[in-house]
């Protein structure tokens, strides 16, 4: 699965959570889980959500709010 495929999992994630839709994605982990940090940019500080997925499957394993 490449970058982009794990970003917008992420991003639909975040979305169905109720984040905006605005977010910095950046792919961070790839092995054995792929973690998709998504920052708020309009935050001063905090307002993301790391999201880790599955990457052989594209299933979300966990969201983690980033405070």
Do not use: K, N, S, W
Request: charged share 20%; aromatic share 2%; hydrophobic share 50%.
């Amino acid at each position: 699965m490449h970058d982009d495929d794990l970003i917008a999992i992420a991003l639909a994630t975040a979305t169905a959570r109720g984040y905006a839709a605005e977010l910095d994605a950046t792919v961070t982990d790839r092995t054995p889980q792929a973690h998709v940090l998504l920052g708020d940019p309009a935050a001063a500080r905090g307002g993301g959500l790391l999201v880790i997925i599955d990457p052989a499957t594209g299933a979300v394993l966990d969201t983690v709010p980033q405070l």
